[in-house]
C-alpha cells in the first residue's frame, strides 16, 4: 500500500491551478509549471487541498498514485518557492565563470567548455569554485546538475572534479613504496 500518494498536498494562496483534459497547470510567482497525468489516477481537487486517486486498485496505479503525488507537490514548491542545486569544484586551476546563460569552465583540459543552460535554469558562481543552480522544475534542474557533474566527475584519490556540495568523495590510498 502506498503511503506518499495517499497524503493529500497542500495549497497555498499563491498557487493557481487548472485541471483540464488530464492536464494541470500550476502558476506561481516564480512562473508556470504544467503536466499530463497519467490515465491511472484522477486528481480531486478542493480549496485548499489537492488528492491523487487511483482508478483501480492494482499494485501499479498504486505506484503511479505516488509518483503523480510526489510530481504535482514538485510543481506547487517549485512555483512558490523554486529549487537549488548547488555544485563545487575541487582541484588547483579548476574554476567556472557565469556568462549569461552560459557557464565557462576551466577544468584541467585543454580547452574551455562553455556549457549553454536550459531555459528556466539560471546559474551563479561564488568564489570561482561554488556554483549554484536554480529553477523552478525539480527534474530539469536536477539532470542540468548531472550534466554539469559529468564534465568532470570527481576522482578518488585527490578529490579533484565537480562534485554536488552535500556529496561526500570516499577516498582511496595511492600507491605504496616497496623496498
Same mark, same amino acid.
Not at 49 to 78: C, F, H, W, Y
Not at 156 to 163: D, H, Q, S, V
Given at each position: 500500500? +502506498?503511503?506518499?500518494?495517499?497524503?493529500?498536498?497542500?495549497? #497555498?494562496?499563491?498557487?493557481?491551478?487548472?485541471?483540464?483534459?488530464?492536464?494541470?497547470?500550476?502558476?506561481?510567482?516564480?512562473?508556470?509549471?504544467?503536466?499530463?497525468?497519467?490515465?491511472?489516477?484522477?486528481?480531486?481537487?478542493?480549496?485548499?487541498?489537492?488528492?491523487?486517486?487511483?482508478?483501480?486498485?492494482?499494485?501499479?496505479?498504486?505506484?503511479?498514485?505516488?509518483?503523480?503525488?510526489?510530481?504535482?507537490?514538485?510543481?506547487?514548491?517549485?512555483?512558490?518557492?523554486?529549487?537549488?542545486?548547488?555544485?563545487?569544484?575541487?582541484?588547483? %586551476?579548476?574554476?567556472?565563470?557565469? =556568462?549569461?546563460? #552560459?557557464?565557462?569552465?576551466?577544468?584541467?583540459?585543454?580547452?574551455?567548455?562553455?556549457?549553454?543552460?536550459?531555459?528556466?535554469? #539560471?546559474? +551563479?558562481?561564488?568564489?570561482?569554485?561554488?556554483?549554484?543552480?536554480? %529553477?523552478?522544475? =525539480?527534474?530539469?534542474? %536536477?539532470? +542540468?546538475?548531472?550534466?554539469?557533474?559529468?564534465?568532470?566527475?570527481?576522482?578518488?584519490?585527490?578529490?579533484? %572534479?565537480?562534485?554536488?556540495?552535500?556529496?561526500?568523495?570516499?577516498?582511496?590510498?595511492?600507491?605504496?613504496?616497496?623496498?
Amino acid at each position: 500500500m +502506498t503511503r506518499v500518494g495517499k497524503k493529500p498536498i497542500p495549497l #497555498s494562496d499563491k498557487v493557481k491551478i487548472t485541471y483540464q483534459d488530464r492536464q494541470i497547470t500550476v502558476n506561481g510567482e516564480k512562473g508556470t509549471l504544467s503536466r499530463t497525468v497519467h490515465p491511472a489516477v484522477e486528481l480531486n481537487i478542493s480549496k485548499d487541498t489537492i488528492e491523487v486517486v487511483p482508478l483501480v486498485k492494482d499494485r501499479q496505479s498504486q505506484a503511479i498514485q505516488g509518483l503523480t503525488r510526489s510530481l504535482v507537490a514538485n510543481m506547487i514548491t517549485g512555483v512558490d518557492q523554486g529549487f537549488e542545486r548547488v555544485l563545487e569544484i575541487n582541484g588547483i %586551476g579548476y574554476r567556472a565563470e557565469a =556568462k549569461g546563460t #552560459s557557464i565557462l569552465f576551466n577544468l584541467g583540459y585543454s580547452h574551455p567548455i562553455d556549457f549553454k543552460l536550459p531555459e528556466g535554469i #539560471s546559474a +551563479t558562481v561564488d568564489k570561482k569554485n561554488v556554483i549554484r543552480l536554480t %529553477g523552478i522544475d =525539480k527534474e530539469l534542474l %536536477g539532470r +542540468t546538475a548531472a550534466q554539469v557533474r559529468d564534465l568532470r566527475p570527481p576522482e578518488p584519490y585527490k578529490g579533484k %572534479g565537480i562534485k554536488y556540495a552535500e556529496e561526500y568523495i570516499h577516498r582511496k590510498a595511492g600507491k605504496t613504496g616497496t623496498k
